[in-house]
């Protein structure tokens, strides 16, 4: 028995010594590899980086006319890291010595890797390497099984730019329960003008979710020429397309299309008229006010909040048409118009004067606060009267405010 | 007539190598500092002729390294030219606000980099 238990014990210790040894071998190896590496990128990356300053057209030379294969590691890491930091002719420099090396037929090779981390990196590596050969291999990636792959692949040609490859990013929105709407979404907005033509060619065979999302990629892109074929979208049968047509609209900012705008006002579709309202106030012409003033007294809670936003983004003159909404009928637009000029400091200017002003500006400003006793919201006049630093303005308020309060409580 | 001596601030190691080949390349002399910290003890240091410097950094970042060499009297004339990853609006405008003579974004332009470091020492030439 003694002795079973004493070679049960010598085998264990022998397993725990044997597994230390090799954790230990290991970590000197890694380490030794990492020292190794770093070694080499200290005397290889001057080389690469004189080549992409100078004027040579092949890097070979300066390594000696080929790269150890003990370096390949090395080298495609030197090589990806500065090609991700600059752009113009020394990207295109580095972008050339990345295929000259071989390093861009070896990731389309692990571009079909049966492991999909491997296919995802290399996916991602060509990208960041601007292979641009590689497109037409990244496309196939984009139909990849693991969703890793695909969106490596769809950034990757993102990068790489180039018709085949928006054609295919936008056509990949049509299908958001395998894609990412919002990452591909930022992955055409990136690629900046190119892709709007695309995305206008192919607008009508788009599903209703590509559709919105070509449509936000405008309004973020904001492509001036794309202003027409815009507004023909104001009359599509789909109200969320007219309603994201109203908002790309409103993002790109012309004024010539204040007056389609402010038709979409009158939408049968609440979504619609809510963004009109929301694009007015971007574009803050004046003829959006009046409409504005209107859509204040909307239906739809959207459309009301919409557009007092709208007038209170038009500045003095939005704040004039907020203190006309001050008298309306419309307990909402009224108390909504309290809102944004508290928002704007309004309220706040014009009880100033009510201490600071001259004789007609007190006037004006005691008329002022009385329409927004009327109204019944006088949480700031409150906030006002109760703040000590101004003695003054407090008296005159709390002789206005007591008389408000009754006038409001009788109005319940 | 000694080499302009320009100063690197950036905590991207890989960055301030392609910096610094470049302008060694160009025939500038170059300081390197990691942190914003560094870049102002090397500037008081070495009082070099031009700064490029990052936004984003430890210790002390680009914008606080502006406002501390506009605040002294021996560095407040040397341009800076901030390089930084930072590419929106606000970003740009504020690093201008805060006392920077130029602005470039990165991923950048080498040549593009380098012509503007040639003029931003031109001028300052010129103006002494």
Redo the contacts between chains.
């Keep these: 028995m003694q002795r079973i238990l004493a070679m049960a014990i010598l085998s264990l210790s022998a397993v725990f010594f044997g597994l230390t040894t090799l954790i230990v071998f290991g970590k000197v190896w890694r380490e030794e590899v990492q020292r190794h590496r770093r070694k080499r990128r200290r005397e290889l990356?001057?080389k690469l980086?004189?080549y992409?300053?100078?004027d040579a057209a092949s890097l070979l030379p300066a390594l000696g006319g080929e790269l150890r294969r003990g370096d390949r590691a090395v080298m495609e890491q030197i090589l990806l890291?500065?090609a991700?930091?600059?752009?113009?002719?020394?990207?295109a420099k580095l972008s050339r010595a990345l295929d000259e090396l071989g390093y861009v037929d070896a990731l389309i090779r692990q571009l079909k890797s049966r492991r999909w981390w491997r296919r995802a990196e290399a996916a991602e590596k060509l990208g960041l390497g601007g292979a641009k050969r590689a497109c037409e291999h990244l496309i196939p990636a984009m139909s990849d099984e693991m969703a890793e792959v695909r969106m490596r692949a769809a950034k990757a040609l993102g990068t790489l730019g180039g018709t085949s490859s928006i054609r295919e990013l936008v056509h990949a929105l049509n299908e958001p329960n395998r894609w990412s709407t919002i990452r591909l979404a930022d992955i055409l907005t990136g690629m900046g003008r190119s892709v709007v033509d695309e995305l206008t060619s192919y607008f009508d065979s788009l599903t209703l979710a590509g559709k919105l999302a070509a449509l936000d990629i405008l309004g973020r892109i904001r492509p001036l020429h794309t202003v027409p074929w815009l507004e023909q979208r104001l009359d599509d049968a789909e109200p969320d397309v007219r309603a994201r047509a109203c908002h790309a609209l409103g993002c790109i900012g012309d004024p010539r299309t204040a007056p389609l705008l402010v038709r979409a006002l009158d939408d049968e579709a609440w979504p619609v008229r809510a963004m009109a309202a929301k694009a007015l106030g971007k574009i803050a012409r004046a003829e959006a006010i009046d409409p504005l003033c209107s859509a204040m007294r909307d239906a739809e809670w959207w459309v009301r909040s919409n557009a007092a936003h709208a007038l209170r983004a038009m500045g003095p003159r939005g704040a004039e048409a907020l203190e006309d909404v001050l008298d309306s009928e419309d307990r909402f637009a009224s108390h909504q118009a309290v809102l944004m000029l508290e928002e704007m400091g309004v309220i706040d200017q014009r009880a100033q004067h009510l201490v600071g002003g001259d004789g007609g500006g007190r006037a004006e400003a005691e008329m002022f606060i009385k329409r927004l006793i009327a109204v019944g919201q006088i949480g700031r006049l409150r906030a006002l009267a109760a703040d000590p630093a101004n003695a003054e303005l407090r008296a005159v308020l709390l002789q206005l405010l007591p008389a408000a309060e009754l006038q409001t409580e009788a109005g319940r | 007539m000694a080499a302009a001596r320009i100063l690197i601030a950036d905590d991207?190691p890989?960055?301030t190598?392609?910096v610094s080949?470049?302008l060694e390349?160009e025939g500038y002399e170059v300081l390197v500092a990691e942190d914003g910290e560094h870049a102002m003890q090397l500037a008081l240091q070495h009082l070099p002729d031009l700064i490029v410097s990052d936004l984003v950094m430890p210790y002390r970042d680009g914008y606080e390294v502006l406002r501390a060499l506009r605040n002294n009297e021996r560095l407040t004339a040397i341009p800076v030219l901030i390089l930084s990853m930072k590419d929106r609006e606000e970003d740009i405008v504020r690093g201008l606000e805060e006392g920077a003579d130029d602005y470039v974004v990165?991923?950048?332009?080498?040549?593009?980099l380098v012509v503007r470091i040639r003029k931003l020492l031109r001028r300052t030439k010129t103006r002494l």
């Design positions: 990356e001057p980086l004189a992409a300053h100078g890291d500065h991700q930091r600059v752009r113009g002719s020394e990207y | 991207d890989i960055t190598r392609f080949s470049l390349g990165k991923p950048f332009n080498a040549r593009e």
